[in-house]
């Protein structure tokens, strides 16, 4: 599961030129989910959006970093977006095969939004229209924007690169180490 979290001094989503949520203060946040996603990956995520200290401390706004959304009172309004997990290594076009099918991230997508209501205030929490093309429309404040991924580099791909790459191994000068030098050649030359 992937969330973009963006801090807001207003946001909104509009679908058919009519506003269906809208927020102040608060975090906007982008959740895109993954194929294998579990409940677990619902939790992590959630707990991180909630806990995350990106506000300045109500007391004292000179100092930054020190307050959560839950800590300022603040909202949170949320849009599924499949688009988070694309692939776009291979080619021009998008690869979505990473995100969960429609009928499951809607289910997974519910339960997501009910963990943040149930651990915060359900009024606080507003979302978009599941599925739907909208218009979401934000203020952002600093810029602040960060990526939380709830499995670590599993969403990221590693680049193609369509020519060979050989490691050089340093001269061997033993038996032992002249043998363990084929062997990591070899296995470089089996994985080109």
């Known amino acids: 599961m992937r969330a973009v979290v963006q801090c807001v001094s207003n946001a909104s989503v509009t679908v058919n030129n009519e506003i269906v949520s809208r927020i102040s203060k608060g975090l906007m ?10 409940d677990a990956d619902i939790a992590l995520i959630s707990k991180k959006i909630l806990s995350l200290r990106v506000f300045s ?8 970093w020190k307050a959560s959304v839950k800590d300022i009172d603040g909202e949170i309004l949320c849009v599924s977006q499949f688009t988070l997990l694309a692939n776009t290594t291979k080619g021009n076009k998008p690869d979505f095969h990473r ?30 229209v599941f599925g739907a093309m909208m218009s979401v429309n934000l203020t952002n404040e600093g810029p602040i924007t ?12 590693a680049p193609i690169d369509n020519q060979k790459q050989s490691r050089k191994f340093p001269k061997a000068s033993t038996p032992v180490q002249k043998k363990i030098a084929k062997n990591l050649q070899a296995k470089d030359d089996q994985m080109s």
């Open 29 to 38: 946040v982008l959740i895109g989910i993954g194929s294998d996603d579990t």
């Open 57 to 64: 401390d109500p007391a004292n706004h000179e100092q930054m």
């Open 99 to 128: 995100a969960m099918t429609t009928e499951s991230s809607k289910v997974m997508y519910s339960k997501f939004l009910d963990v943040l209501k149930s651990s915060y205030k359900a009024d606080k929490i507003q979302d978009g």
């Open 146 to 157: 960060f990526t939380i991924d709830s499995r670590k580099f599993e969403y990221v791909d």
